[in-house]
């Protein structure tokens, strides 16, 4: 193989893909995408790939361009294309993967679409997925054959908020009980770059028909400072419940630090929200709305955490 890898950004991912590519200190690999007007698509590269090293970033989150169905057929087409023109190995770089919470059933014939997306990734010839905060690690490599390089940015979070955070106590707190193991796991982090060990807790959660509810705290967070972990935020509804409900339970500032901002309907409420000190989030998905002039937004570059999975996937 060639000595530098061959990195491409499909479109809608290339300021994600310049990022990763300054980081590796190469340029991002040329590709044509061209849309029809029956809505079929194509993409191809215009660089030689045979026998070559070569990473295809793409975040499969749909957005006015382009939906995540569009996003997931392009990836898997611009995957079989360039293994069907030689390249040596093929690594899918996923800032955000789709379909990643629907891993299990919770009704009778309901789809394992987690299950299904990895047979479509392994049936296009991907040699390894790299995917960022899926939403079940454990269903995430058992959905896939393949090689899966699973990435967290809980070291970035803890590095931005730990200076403002100083040495008041802390609670580590996951918004429903399903959550608790990416609490622990923040923790753990949170413990190897402060020294601090915080307690954790978790609130109660129902859902039923899309309507959340439960208001129970299992934890101790009286004059603490709360940090909520989760994986994602969307219209921001189970955020802004906890919230306040790390309010009321004594919760002397309450910080939010989640991966993915998708930043749906409703979610414009976030930027205004008086209860919550402070909302980060990473650039995994481009957000559909500017953070507001609160400053209680804010972006946490990741490209570094997919330049180091490449540096170590080539034994850099």
Not at 244 to 260: F, L, N
Request: charged share 30%.
């Amino acid at each position: 193989m060639d000595s530098k890898p061959v990195l491409f950004a499909l479109e809608g991912s290339q300021t994600f893909g310049e990022a990763v590519a300054e980081q590796l200190d190469i340029s991002l690999a040329e590709h044509e995408h061209r849309d029809f007007g029956d809505g079929e698509h194509k993409a191809r590269p215009l660089e030689r790939v045979r026998g070559r090293d070569v990473y295809v970033l793409h975040t499969l989150f749909g957005d006015d361009n382009a939906s995540v169905n569009d996003k997931l057929l392009t990836l898997l087409f611009f995957i079989a294309t360039v293994r069907d023109a030689g390249a040596a190995r093929v690594t899918a770089l996923l800032p955000y993967l789709a379909y990643a919470r629907k891993d299990r059933r919770t009704k009778d014939y309901d789809p394992v679409t987690t299950r299904y997306v990895g047979q479509l990734f392994e049936a296009m010839g991907v040699d390894c997925v790299v995917a960022l905060e899926v939403h079940n690690r454990a269903a995430f490599d058992n959905a896939f054959r393949c090689r899966t390089l699973h990435l967290e940015a809980h070291g970035l979070f803890v590095d931005e908020i730990r200076d403002d955070i100083g040495d008041r106590p802390v609670v580590i707190v996951s918004p429903d009980a399903g959550g608790t193991k990416r609490a622990d796991r923040f923790r753990d982090v949170w413990v190897e770059r402060t020294g601090d060990q915080p307690p954790t807790a978790f609130l109660e959660k129902r859902r039923s028909e899309g309507e959340v509810s439960g208001e129970a705290v299992v934890g101790d967070m009286e004059d603490r400072v709360a940090i909520i972990v989760d994986d994602l935020v969307a219209g921001g509804t189970t955020l802004l419940r906890a919230v306040d409900a790390c309010r009321r339970k004594g919760a002397s500032e309450v910080y939010g630090v989640i991966t993915h901002g998708l930043f749906g309907e409703g979610s414009e409420k976030l930027y205004d929200n008086e209860t919550m000190t402070r909302l980060l989030v990473t650039d995994s998905v481009r957000p559909r709305m500017e953070p507001g002039d609160t400053g209680k937004v804010t972006l946490v570059s990741v490209a570094g955490l997919f330049a180091d999975a490449v540096r170590r996937l080539r034994g850099e």
